[in-house]
């Protein structure tokens, strides 16, 4: 199984995906990692590991609709079966959700449908929810939204600061994610 990671920022997920794969622990190829912003840390992250780039960005475009055509396009050239959003800060048109139905997944670090969007970790933190956590779910039209297919809880301490929460939840992602990605290359979800 072949598949893509699409991401806009940091990229300490699709770094988890990389040490994964190199482990085996995910027995699936990454052929390409496709960003939206040509500075994103995460296309440094990629080219480091000798995966092939793809700068998608929108102001080329005359819309959300071209732009996920042109997605769609590169996907299909590196021969992807499914994709993998870490940190793809964009809603996907129904044209891209149909051309892989079922086949894309998202991670959100937050219990989903609660504290949707792109500050769910402060917000649930600032809500004094007493638990949170990662949802991994696959994807439709809707932000953050679609069936879920795992999701692991987390206690927020007594006292504990904002900093501290978000490193829990990023490292509760990075072993959870490949995991998930390895059972969904296996035919397993
Ligand atoms: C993660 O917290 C993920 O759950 C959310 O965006 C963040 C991406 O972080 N969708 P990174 O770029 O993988 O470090």
Redesign the pocket.
Same mark, same amino acid.
């Not at 998202?106 to 670090?109: E, G, K, S, T």
């Given at each position: 199984m072949n598949f893509a990671v699409l991401?806009s920022?940091?990229?300490?997920?699709?770094q988890a995906i990389i040490d994964a794969i190199k482990k085996k622990k995910i027995k699936a190829n990454l052929n390409v990692v496709i960003s939206d912003k040509k500075d994103a840390f995460?296309l440094k992250r990629a080219l480091k590991a000798g995966i092939p780039t793809v700068v998608i960005d929108l102001k080329f475009f005359k819309s959300r609709a071209s732009m996920d055509k042109a997605i769609v396009k590169e996907l299909k050239g590196f021969g992807i079966d499914f994709v993998v959003l870490?940190?793809y800060m964009r809603i996907l048109s129904s044209y891209f959700v149909k051309a892989y139905k079922n086949k894309i997944l998202? =991670?959100?670090?937050a219990l989903l449908p609660l504290f949707k969007g792109a500050h769910a970790i402060r917000d649930a933190f600032d809500a004094g929810v007493k638990t949170t956590g990662?949802t991994v779910h696959f994807v439709d039209e809707k932000v953050d939204h679609g069936p879920i297919i795992a999701q692991e809880s987390l206690r927020i301490k007594k006292g504990e600061s904002l900093k501290s929460l978000e490193a829990r =939840?990023?490292k509760v992602?990075h072993k959870m994610y490949p995991k998930v990605i390895d059972f969904f290359a296996k035919g397993r979800i």
């Open positions: 991401a920022g940091n990229g300490s997920n699709l995460v870490a940190g998202n =991670i959100h670090p990662v =939840i990023h992602e």
